[in-house]
């Protein structure tokens, strides 16, 4: 079993084609792609952490048949896009862990929330903070370990806990401290 994180799927929001500059002619074209990107990556029995913002619709069944098709064991953390009724699906199609959850994978202390703080629990005893919502337009953080994993700075793929614990050990080697 793996461990994935992403953030602002934006599903069927067509202002975030151009927002982000994202490479897809239609906005269906880009709900297949992160699906099929989704699912090539993160197995049934993974876990699949998503920070948010899943899709712009107030359709629930629209939602739902998008939630449907993901793979793995998802938790949620509410986006600002995260409405009554998304929420609720959340509950419905996995864990919602509200705003703000603390988890540990291994021995490395994890906060995810969809905002980036400037504090969290444990930071300066190793913790990371992961998040979204930015769509990677904050300038690089040397100080701290942070990551956006918002999905359109990955190539619209979701990203794997290895992956997030090297960076993390990168940023911490320049710190001189130990982040895992």
């Known amino acids: 079993m793996k461990h994935f994180f992403s953030s602002d799927y934006h599903f069927d929001h067509q202002n975030i084609l151009r927002y982000d500059n994202r490479p897809f002619a239609t906005i269906d074209q880009m709900n297949e792609a992160i699906i099929k990107r989704h699912n090539s990556q993160v197995s049934k029995e993974d876990h699949f952490y998503f920070l948010g913002d899943f899709a712009f619709s107030k359709d629930k069944y629209r939602i739902e048949q998008l939630l449907k098709r993901l793979n793995g ?12 009724d998304t929420i609720k699906l ?4 996995g864990e919602y862990l509200g705003e703000q959850k603390t988890i ?3 021995t490395q202390w994890i906060v995810l929330n969809h905002f980036c703080l400037r504090e969290w629990d444990r930071k300066h005893h190793g913790s990371w903070h992961l ?5 990677h337009r904050l300038p690089y953080d040397h100080e701290n ?3 956006d994993v918002g999905i359109n700075g990955y190539d619209y793929y979701p990203v794997e806990f290895n992956e997030i614990k090297t ?14």
Do not use: C, P, V
């Not at 959340?90 to 199609?93: A, D, F, G, V």
């Not at 993390?168 to 401290?177: G, L, R």
């Open 131 to 135: 998040f979204g919502h930015t769509h």
């Open 104 to 106: 540990k994978i291994d």
């Open 167 to 180: 960076y993390m050990n990168q940023k911490a080697s320049k710190q001189n401290t130990k982040a895992y």
């Open 145 to 147: 370990l942070t990551m």
């Open 73 to 84: 064991k998802k938790f949620f953390i509410k986006g600002n896009h995260d409405y009554y």
């Open 90 to 93: 959340y509950e419905r199609w």
